[in-house]
């Protein structure tokens, strides 16, 4: 090999460098290319996410992030991440602004950007590695190009799953999955769950992406690869489109309602205490009312997370009021409230009221939240994050501790106990709180959560996207009840039973499933997350030692 095609720094718009033993091994974009490139895929992710809500996009996105990174120098790498996770998270996170200001935004902003710079550093050791050790062997191109495309889907599904569990319980937020959920391919998430759906769509743009680098005859000919490739993929999307949902045992039906206060339950709404309590007590003597009125009843009547306010268990009157409302209803009602332990921390809780107060069943009537949101529910470091923030440490005052009950409520009715899973807001976004809950005997699943927060924002469409995705993946109803919305009861195939206006008082009544079993998606997705994530670490491994090989 010549030292003039060794020092090329360019062919038909390709980097390419070489290797001793044969043909040029690694093709890629220019820097000026792969920067804009990845800025603009990432604010392609965005608008794939709602409240653009335009999830094909999810395609392009992931095709030029992925193309920026592909067998990159790691500088050029760190700089594509940079690029693509600040147009993607601080977009995506603009709800955090909204009474918080900037700071929090654009601290959560760049811990995740810093996320996808590392991604972009490691995806651009792999491929790159991964290509210079298949030409030192002559492995054939496609399977040089098969083990690049692996490793980088694998890659992906680890850094959303590290970002997912770390620091503070991390934030699973923004993965590729979630774009799915009200698309035809969202049933699949029911056989792959959140992290096999995400590396099947990354997967298939990393195999464009692959087959196009692969081809070292110039552009016209990697545009030729990739369009075939593109044909492939699309070929079989279509056909997974069809994929039904996984279908499970239904073990009967149940009433329910949903009561939807319209309170001022923001951090800086202008509120008395017990407003936030009295909005819902008013919403369901209205829904008791109608329902009397039409000769209807409910199975049970679930309010949204902190509609009780402080201390149900140990406030009388509010226990008296509402189990005088049970005993009307012939219902039990799930009241959301803050608990305080004798420690001096406090639990986010759900709780089934009845018409003699706190009910008791096998499967327990309390759960509390298993997973505190850091830097609002409790301040991890506080002394700390004092020291750079005092006036925004200041404003979370209360400590709330992890919840060590299981996530399940038993409710009585319909002559039995009925077990329904619980997620209290930010639950919801967890793998682990979906198994759990199923793992439990979960029947269907209610979501409890108070979005006042973040006003008419994307936040609670984003979360309503997952919460959709979640009765998908665990085959079971879901009841997403908020103070002020995105309020939805959604069928196990996704579908909306019965919905309400933001920002306005009402309940949704409606018959949903029950059902028992386990998808696949829920009996295997943690094996299948954990072997995607170990392709993504040995690509890794494969990739820099690859790298350290002699050219």
Same mark, same amino acid.
């Given at each position: 090999?010549?030292?003039?095609?060794?020092?090329?720094?360019?062919?038909?718009?390709?980097?390419?460098?070489?290797?001793?033993?044969?043909?040029?091994?690694?093709?890629?974009?220019?820097?000026?290319?792969?920067?804009?490139?990845?800025?603009?895929?990432?604010?392609?992710?965005?608008?794939?996410?709602?409240?653009?809500?335009?999830?094909?996009?999810?395609?392009?996105?992931?095709?030029?992030?992925?193309?920026?990174?592909?067998?990159?120098?790691?500088?050029?790498?760190?700089?594509?991440?940079?690029?693509?996770?600040?147009?993607?998270?601080?977009?995506?996170?603009?709800?955090?602004?909204?009474?918080?200001?900037?700071?929090?935004?654009?601290?959560?902003?760049?811990?995740?950007?810093?996320?996808?710079?590392?991604?972009?550093?490691?995806?651009?050791?792999?491929?790159?590695?991964?290509?210079?050790?298949?030409?030192?062997?002559?492995?054939?191109?496609?399977?040089?190009?098969?083990?690049?495309?692996?490793?980088?889907?694998?890659?992906?599904?680890?850094?959303?799953?590290?970002?997912?569990?770390?620091?503070?319980?991390?934030?699973?937020?923004?993965?590729?999955?979630?774009?799915?959920?009200?698309?035809?391919?969202?049933?699949?998430?029911?056989?792959?769950?959140?992290?096999?759906?995400?590396?099947?769509?990354?997967?298939?743009?990393?195999?464009?992406?692959?087959?196009?680098?692969?081809?070292?005859?110039?552009?016209?000919?990697?545009?030729?690869?990739?369009?075939?490739?593109?044909?492939?993929?699309?070929?079989?999307?279509?056909?997974?489109?069809?994929?039904?949902?996984?279908?499970?045992?239904?073990?009967?039906?149940?009433?329910?309602?949903?009561?939807?206060?319209?309170?001022?339950?923001?951090?800086?709404?202008?509120?008395?205490?017990?407003?936030?309590?009295?909005?819902?007590?008013?919403?369901?003597?209205?829904?008791?009312?109608?329902?009397?009125?039409?000769?209807? %009843?409910?199975? =049970? !009547?679930?309010? /949204?997370? $902190?509609? @009780?306010? &402080?201390?149900? #268990? +140990?406030?009388?009157?509010?226990?008296?009021?509402?189990?005088?409302?049970?005993?009307?209803?012939?219902?039990?009602?799930?009241?959301?409230?803050?608990?305080?332990?004798?420690?001096?921390?406090?639990?986010?809780?759900?709780?089934?009221?009845?018409?003699?107060?706190?009910?008791?069943?096998?499967?327990?009537?309390?759960?509390?939240?298993?997973?505190?949101?850091?830097?609002?529910?409790?301040?991890?470091?506080?002394?700390?994050?004092?020291?750079?923030?005092?006036?925004?440490?200041?404003?979370?005052?209360?400590?709330?501790?992890?919840?060590?009950?299981?996530?399940?409520?038993?409710?009585?009715?319909?002559?039995?106990?009925?077990?329904?899973?619980?997620?209290?807001?930010?639950?919801?976004?967890?793998?682990?709180?979906?198994?759990?809950?199923?793992?439990? %005997?979960?029947? =269907? !699943?209610?979501? /409890?959560? $108070?979005? @006042?927060? &973040?006003?008419? #924002? +994307?936040?609670?469409?984003?979360?309503?996207?997952?919460?959709?995705?979640?009765?998908?993946?665990?085959?079971?109803?879901?009841?997403?009840?908020?103070?002020?919305?995105?309020?939805?009861?959604?069928?196990?195939?996704?579908?909306?039973?019965?919905?309400?206006?933001?920002?306005?008082?009402?309940?949704?009544?409606?018959?949903?499933?029950?059902?028992?079993?386990?998808?696949?998606?829920?009996?295997?997705?943690?094996?299948?997350?954990?072997?995607?994530?170990?392709?993504?670490?040995?690509?890794?491994?494969?990739?820099?030692?690859?790298?350290?090989?002699?050219?």
């Amino acid at each position: 090999m010549s030292a003039e095609k060794a020092g090329a720094a360019m062919s038909d718009g390709l980097a390419t460098s070489t290797t001793l033993s044969g043909p040029p091994a690694v093709a890629r974009l220019p820097w000026w290319i792969a920067l804009p490139a990845a800025g603009l895929g990432g604010w392609l992710f965005d608008l794939a996410n709602p409240g653009a809500a335009i999830w094909p996009l999810v395609f392009p996105a992931l095709l030029l992030i992925l193309a920026s990174w592909w067998q990159q120098r790691i500088g050029v790498a760190a700089l594509a991440g940079l690029a693509a996770g600040a147009a993607f998270w601080f977009s995506h996170l603009s709800w955090l602004t909204l009474y918080l200001g900037p700071v929090p935004w654009l601290a959560l902003g760049s811990v995740m950007t810093a996320w996808f710079v590392l991604q972009g550093m490691v995806t651009a050791v792999a491929t790159r590695g991964i290509a210079r050790m298949g030409a030192r062997r002559r492995l054939p191109g496609a399977a040089i190009a098969a083990a690049q495309a692996v490793a980088a889907s694998g890659i992906w599904v680890l850094r959303e799953g590290v970002q997912g569990s770390w620091p503070y319980d991390g934030f699973a937020w923004g993965r590729v999955a979630h774009v799915f959920a009200e698309s035809p391919l969202g049933a699949l998430v029911s056989w792959l769950g959140f992290a096999g759906l995400s590396a099947a769509a990354v997967l298939a743009m990393a195999c464009i992406v692959a087959a196009a680098a692969a081809t070292r005859a110039g552009l016209r000919a990697a545009l030729r690869g990739g369009a075939a490739a593109a044909l492939v993929v699309a070929v079989a999307g279509v056909g997974l489109a069809f994929v039904p949902p996984a279908e499970l045992d239904r073990t009967g039906e149940l009433r329910v309602a949903a009561v939807q206060g319209n309170s001022k339950s923001g951090i800086f709404d202008n509120r008395e205490a017990g407003d936030v309590y009295a909005d819902h007590v008013l919403a369901t003597e209205r829904l008791l009312d109608e329902l009397e009125a039409s000769g209807d %009843g409910v199975d =049970v !009547i679930v309010w /949204p997370e $902190n509609s @009780a306010e &402080f201390a149900i #268990t +140990d406030n009388p009157l509010r226990g008296r009021e509402v189990a005088l409302l049970s005993q009307r209803a012939d219902a039990p009602i799930i009241v959301g409230s803050i608990l305080a332990n004798d420690d001096g921390t406090y639990t986010n809780s759900s709780v089934v009221w009845g018409p003699d107060g706190q009910a008791e069943s096998a499967a327990g009537t309390r759960y509390d939240k298993r997973f505190p949101v850091p830097f609002a529910e409790y301040m991890p470091n506080r002394d700390f994050f004092h020291a750079l923030a005092p006036e925004l440490v200041d404003l979370v005052q209360l400590e709330y501790a992890h919840g060590q009950f299981a996530p399940v409520h038993g409710v009585p009715a319909l002559g039995r106990e009925v077990v329904a899973g619980v997620a209290i807001c930010f639950d919801i976004i967890f793998d682990d709180q979906a198994k759990r809950m199923v793992d439990e %005997g979960a029947e =269907v !699943i209610f979501a /409890p959560t $108070n979005n @006042a927060d &973040f006003g008419r #924002t +994307d936040e609670s469409v984003q979360q309503l996207q997952i919460a959709r995705l979640r009765a998908i993946e665990t085959g079971r109803a879901v009841v997403n009840i908020s103070t002020v919305g995105t309020s939805r009861i959604i069928a196990p195939d996704g579908t909306n039973v019965d919905a309400l206006e933001p920002f306005t008082s009402g309940a949704m009544v409606a018959t949903v499933p029950l059902v028992s079993g386990t998808t696949p998606a829920v009996a295997a997705g943690a094996l299948g997350s954990t072997l995607w994530m170990l392709a993504g670490a040995a690509g890794i491994v494969v990739g820099a030692v690859g790298l350290r090989l002699r050219r």
